[in-house]
Every structure is written in C-alpha cells, then in structure tokens.
C-alpha cells in the first residue's frame, strides 16, 4: 500500500496504489487523516486499488463521515475494477454519493 499526494490550492489529490485490506487498514488510515487537515477539498484517487476487502469499505465511508462532519469535501474518483466489485457486492454506491463510471469487465 502506498499512499501519495499533491496539493494545488486548496485541492489535495491523493492517490492510493495497491491493497486496501486488514493488514494495511491502520497505516492507511493514519496516512489519510493526516492528509484530510490539508485542504478544504480532497479527491481520493482509487485507480491503483489492486485488492480491497470489508475492512477496506469501512475505512473509506468511516472517511466520508468525517469529512462530512468537518465540512471537507471529499470525493472518490477513478475505482478500480475490484473497488467497483466490492461496492456493488455491498450495493454501498449510494452510501459513499460519488459518481462512478461501471465498465464492462474484460474476461
């Protein structure tokens, strides 16, 4: 899990490559609360999820409620095809309010 980003104004891009899951949920969520402090608008790029599981879910609506409880837009932008999986397993698309852009899967 590798967790960057860019600040421009007061937007802050971040970018989160590989797994999103119980064995790297803490380290991700100390990295990305500390980057939430850093602007009024946040776009959590998922692009480069590899693998996430209910633990990974969690962790990002659990960072929905936050933002929203601090007046910090925060947005979901490019889901990796397993991200888009796992949403629509939970059927959660609603509760996270991003827009998302279902593909159809190459088999």
Do not use: W
Request: glycine share 4%; proline share 1%.
């Amino acid at each position: 899990m590798a967790v960057t980003h860019k600040i421009n104004n007061e937007l802050c891009t971040i970018s989160i490559s590989g797994e999103m899951s119980i064995y790297t949920a803490k380290l991700t969520q100390e990295a990305l609360m500390e980057l939430l402090q850093s602007g009024e608008e946040i776009h959590l790029n998922l692009s480069e999820v590899n693998e996430i599981d209910s633990v990974g879910i969690q962790l990002l609506i659990s960072l929905k409620k936050y933002a929203h409880e601090k007046n910090i837009v925060l947005q979901f932008h490019a889901h990796s095809q397993c991200v888009l999986d796992v949403i629509d397993l939970y059927n959660i698309a609603a509760e996270l309010g991003d827009p998302l852009v279902l593909t159809q899967r190459q088999e």
